[in-house]
């Protein structure tokens, strides 16, 4: 059974809805910088942190998609990067994104050792519609890291609109201090750590073990994987989801690397 979901008065989507491959991206939207503040800081983890945005023409967004943001220099400097939308789409005017501190890295360098709330930054987006997930169909998601961002703008989705859309999320993470939006998970997740594990939790990699029983689960029309974090997990992941019987077509990959 395939779920129709009404939508909120308060939610334009900026696509239709329902496309079974690529969701169409609105070109002029995603084409358009906007200045966007930073209204507040939240932290995660020690090494990543929310930032919450207002942006005031903000056209709207599906879970799992990215936007670019803009840094400028007075010099005249400008530096530009994808950051996936960790909010779930909600017609506020304000969206969050989600950012590893980079050793090194230029812009997330600067939101998290620079950045205060008033501080202006520039967005463009949403861009692409390839990871979006629309909420139709049942979704299995598997992410690593800060890969677990784009993945929980859909975890949120899905609860604020009560579905019952199937929808299961695997996430790696190093630690239970490194596991990011730790206490926002409930029984649709499953976390796996590869370095320390609260007592009683095996420490090691995803593994078929816990990829197998989600696919054995078969949800009518079976499950679209999303699969997001680095290069290395990407590979990895992906291969759990083929071995366990998942159609190639149906895994959607997004690479932070
Ligand atoms: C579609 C998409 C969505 C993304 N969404 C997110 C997100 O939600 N949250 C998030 O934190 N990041 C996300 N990223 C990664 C992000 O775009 C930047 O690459 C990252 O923030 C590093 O940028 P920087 O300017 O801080 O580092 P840079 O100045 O570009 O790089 C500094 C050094 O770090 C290395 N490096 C660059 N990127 C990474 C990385 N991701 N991991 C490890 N080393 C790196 C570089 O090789 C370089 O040596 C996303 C990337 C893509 C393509």
New binding site residues.
């Given amino acids: 059974m395939t779920e129709t979901l009404g939508t909120p008065p308060s939610f334009t989507p900026p696509t239709r809805f329902a496309v079974p491959g690529r969701i169409a991206v609105d070109d002029q939207a995603a084409s358009e910088w906007q200045t966007a503040t930073i209204t507040g800081i939240r932290r995660e983890t020690p090494r990543?942190a929310t930032f919450r945005l207002s942006v005031p023409a903000w056209p709207g967004h599906l879970p799992g998609q990215?936007l670019m943001v803009r840094l400028r220099a007075h010099d005249g400097y400008v530096?530009q990067?994808?950051?996936?939308i960790?909010s779930a789409p909600d017609g506020t005017g304000h969206i969050e994104?989600?950012?590893?501190h980079?050793?090194?890295?230029?812009?997330?360098?600067w939101f998290h050792t620079v950045a205060e709330p008033g501080d202006t930054v520039e967005v463009r987006g949403p861009v692409?519609g390839f990871f979006a997930w629309p909420g139709d169909r049942p979704a299995l998601l598997l992410g690593a890291g800060?890969g677990v961002?784009?993945l929980m703008s859909m975890v949120r989705h899905h609860r604020a609109r009560g579905s019952r859309v199937p929808l299961r999320l695997l996430v790696s993470a190093r630690s239970p201090e490194e596991l990011v939006y730790a206490s926002e998970y409930g029984s649709e997740t499953t976390a796996v750590f590869t370095r320390r594990a609260p007592a009683g939790v095996p420490v090691g990699r995803m593994s078929a073990a816990h990829v197998a029983p989600h696919l054995a689960e078969r949800p009518p029309g079976g499950w679209e994987a999303y699969v997001c974090g680095?290069n290395g997990f990407a590979e990895h992941a992906s291969r759990l989801l083929v071995a366990a019987g998942q159609p190639v077509d149906r895994i959607r990959i997004?690479?932070?690397?």
């Fill in positions: 990543v990215h530096a990067r994808h950051y996936s960790a994104l989600t950012l590893d980079v050793d090194g890295g230029e812009v997330s360098g692409s800060s961002v784009p680095s997004e690479r932070f690397g």
